[in-house]
């Protein structure tokens, strides 16, 4: 589900607009899916406001995070009447029951932001909002684990990997998930990534 309306610099406007787009989407799906409800959620939303020290501002770094952190949390939020539907059907947590999968970014990933990456990749307001995002897909990890749903976050890979091989990559990771894979964050290959 897009949520791209959720991305604005006020954060008054920004909770509501977030909030109403969700209750919409969420509406919109239930048309969809019914009594089966939502196996998988995957939140897509990605931005990225380039600014090194000398740039960044609290506007900008707003910006970001209400699109990549605040906007998969608000949806998450409203889709969990869906998820929990669909996982009250199953017994095992993975995949074929409930998920939500947030794409995040190796670029959110704490322990790799030192030496030659963080040098060539000074985004501020990018890796921070990505770094959240990791967070929230943690606690959400924890307080949808009573639930049956799994939930992890996932690093799609960027160039030279052209669209197509990470998308055959990503699905096949998503196809693949499992009760082991909760709480995780993995790479496109389906490799562990470090926090």
């Known amino acids: 589900m897009e949520n791209s309306g959720c991305a604005a610099f006020s954060p008054s406007p920004v909770a509501h607009t977030c909030n109403q787009s969700g209750e919409r989407a969420a509406s919109e799906v239930e048309d969809v899916v019914q009594e089966d409800g939502l196996n998988c959620l995957i939140n897509n939303a990605g931005i990225n406001v380039v600014a090194n020290l000398d740039a960044v501002t609290a506007d900008k770094m707003l910006e970001n995070f209400h699109t990549n952190s605040v906007a998969p949390l608000m949806l998450t939020k409203a889709m969990l009447p869906l998820l929990n539907r669909a996982a009250a059907k199953g017994t095992s947590t993975g995949i ?3 998920a ?3 794409m995040s970014s190796l670029l959110g990933s704490e322990e790799l932001n030192w030496g030659e990456q ?3 990749f000074k985004w501020y307001p990018y890796r921070a909002s990505k770094s959240a995002l990791n967070i929230i897909t943690r606690c959400l990890a924890v307080d949808l684990e009573e639930h049956g749903i799994l939930c992890m976050a996932l690093h799609p890979g960027w160039a030279p990997l052209i669209t197509e091989e990470s998308i055959a990559s990503v699905l096949n990771v ?3 998930l499992s009760e082991r894979d909760h709480g995780s964050f993995l790479h496109y290959n389906g490799e562990e990534l470090p926090w």
């Open 174 to 176: 998503i196809g693949g």
């Open 96 to 98: 074929h029951r409930a």
């Open 118 to 120: 963080s040098n060539s």
């Open 100 to 102: 939500v999968i947030n």
